[in-house]
């Protein structure tokens, strides 16, 4: 059985979580706490030098760290990860997209206004610049998506997993999600799929 | 025969040109002058509304942002992209932590000491924090590469290429390179790879 290394409220952590429960594929979870600090705990980082989470071990004792990777390792083969190669190249675009547009403004914001509020007003002038930058990705996904159903090839695959998983809490970040309209439409859309599960359920399940 | 946009001194611009050049992949390449805003004129967001290089149209007229994207689909296929499931998920893995753990910081600190020097004294705690963070970046490089001569598979791969992009000119950012034997031996042999070609050189071919 393949083990996660998983922290509460992290996006990144859900994505896995959610693909995994999703194909149906078993796995142990251990949640680590990164606020008090235990990434960086010796024995943490005995397992995992790079002292992140999520981190996951698979069945045969490989490692494997940045959930966007774990995403298309556990899809190939599977309805999650598409076949025709231009359609895989656009999943990869988004995913790189999701890492360096899209997460790296949308989770901070998130992170001091819901999270660790006590240091929002240290952060305020970051926190405005995250929300700007989020919003412009949060524009650029409501253009596409006022086009198409979902993300690559009008199917639900792994591109719209990578991105859902800090969409969905985008408004904890005090992100305005009535100004795209097609995003939440497409944030409904998933939650209609098979074997779908919010990120609150699936962090308290065992 | 595929359009690259690109900007000067840019790795993430000059890793799409080197994978081309070393497939001996025909491309023109069409300079976009980041610094004078060039990338949000109209004129470049008409063809790319994310205003950003590297920007590829391939020959049937498709468009493909996101560098390591970028990578993956030139490189399916050939040589620098391996056939075995697993070390295809080490790929992503690499790819995705460059984006996550490596340029976000090495690229920042490179751009205000050696290309925007003057505004280095406004950015030095900034400067101070990327370069803290890029020095952890180089050394879990260095760590692997103390055991390997290639990152997967001990083989040349895009996933070399893509860290290659911004490692080669992390000394402009004032890291110290002689801290990274590793690091530093693995860029030798990169650059002693068929059809090696350095950044300047390639900026300035037509």
């Not at 999701?98 to 999270?115: G, N, V």
Request: net charge negative; hydrophobic share 40%.
């Amino acid at each position: 059985m393949h083990t996660l290394y998983t922290t509460l409220g992290s996006g990144n952590c859900y994505k896995v979580q959610l693909l995994m429960h999703q194909l149906n594929i078993p796995f142990r979870k251990i949640n680590i706490d990164v606020l008090s600090g235990e990434t960086k705990s010796p024995d943490y980082l005995a397992i995992n030098p790079n002292g992140k989470v999520p981190f996951l071990i698979l069945s045969d004792g490989r490692m494997l760290g940045e959930s966007n990777a774990m995403l298309l390792h556990l899809a190939e083969g599977t309805e999650f990860m598409p076949e025709d190669r231009f359609e895989r190249t656009r999943v990869y675009e988004w995913l790189f997209w999701e890492q360096s547009s899209h997460e790296p403004f949308i989770s901070p914001a998130r992170f001091w206004i819901a999270i660790m509020p006590e240091g929002r007003e240290e952060k305020a002038e970051q926190i405005a610049q995250w929300q700007e930058r989020g919003n412009q990705a949060l524009k650029f996904m409501d253009k596409h998506l006022s086009r198409h159903d979902f993300l690559v090839g009008d199917r639900y695959s792994v591109a719209d997993i990578g991105l859902y998983g800090y969409t969905c809490v985008a408004h904890q970040g005090e992100f305005d999600m009535s100004s795209y309209p097609a995003v939440s439409a497409w944030l409904n859309r998933i939650e209609q799929t098979t074997h779908y599960s919010p990120m609150m359920d699936l962090a308290q399940a065992a």
